[in-house]
T-cell receptor
Framework: KAGVTQTPRYLIKTRGQQVTLSCSPI?????VSWYQQTPGQGLQFLFE???????NKGNFPGRFSGRQFSNSRSEMNVSTLELGDSALYLC???????????FGSGTRLTVV | LAKTTQPISMDSYEGQEVNITCSHN???????ITWYQQFPSQGPRFIIQ???TKVTNEVASLFIPADRKSSTLSLPRVSLSDTAVYYC???????????FGQGTTLQVKP
């Protein structure tokens, strides 16, 4: 069974640009969550989507947004990139609300 | 926002049992406690999940006291390949969000 697929794996962007990251969950999983991971802050929750609706949101500025499509695939967008947005962005999918996620390998975003 | 607290790092030797404790004072009443393992450049991998008392699977055990304000991940007879970062994940009673601990870096030595 295919795992959670995140594309691209690596990305380099310039300050002020915007970026879109993609996540394909495990087939049958309707919940998709996004996390930002940095050495200093650990795993920070960005948002969660379930059946195309944002169900929960973390404490990130409005520059961070996301959406989920009818096939459960999800995208997250970061506008007006800042140097501090450099991080590993992880997507996780689940079939329930218990927190037993399957994570993708992440997208490593570097802002220069 | 509730804090989920774990030791920053631990050292062990091959063949020993390792216990990593996570404190989560504001755990939501109905939420589960989940532990993950993460290797460099990979996403976290599910290890074990429980609600109360003790849960055991083929790789680990999870001990949860009656008040559920902490949990202990137990790894029996660790090997060098168990060197990784271990995270606990719990639901916060105040926000309803799932919160990761800051992670425990386990170093297993030969």
């Amino acid at each position: 069974k295919a795992g959670v697929t995140q594309t691209p794996r690596y990305l380099i962007k310039t300050r002020g640009q915007q970026v879109t990251l993609s996540c394909s969950p495990i087939s049958g999983h309707r919940s998709v969550s996004w996390y930002q991971q940095t050495p200093g802050q650990g795993l920070q929750f960005l948002f969660e989507y379930f059946s195309e609706t944002q169900r929960n949101k973390g404490n990130f500025p409005g520059r961070f947004s996301g959406r989920q499509f009818s096939n459960s695939r999800s995208e997250m967008n970061v506008s007006t990139l800042e140097l501090g947005d450099s991080a590993l962005y992880l997507c996780a999918s689940s079939w329930n609300d218990r927190g037993d996620y399957t994570f993708g390998s992440g997208t490593r975003l570097t802002v220069v | 926002l509730a804090k989920t607290t774990q030791p920053i790092s631990m050292d062990s030797y091959e063949g020993q049992e390792v216990n990593i404790t996570c404190s989560h004072n504001n755990i939501a009443t109905n939420d589960y406690i989940t532990w993950y393992q993460q290797f460099p450049s990979q996403g976290p991998r599910f290890i074990i999940q429980g609600y109360k008392t003790k849960v055991t699977n083929e790789v680990a055990s999870l001990f949860i006291p009656a008040d559920r304000k902490s949990s202990t991940l137990s790894l029996p007879r660790v090997s060098l390949s168990d060197t990784a970062v271990y995270y606990c994940l719990v639901g916060d009673d105040n926000t309803g969000k799932l919160i990761f601990g800051q992670g425990t870096t386990l170093q297993v030595k030969p």
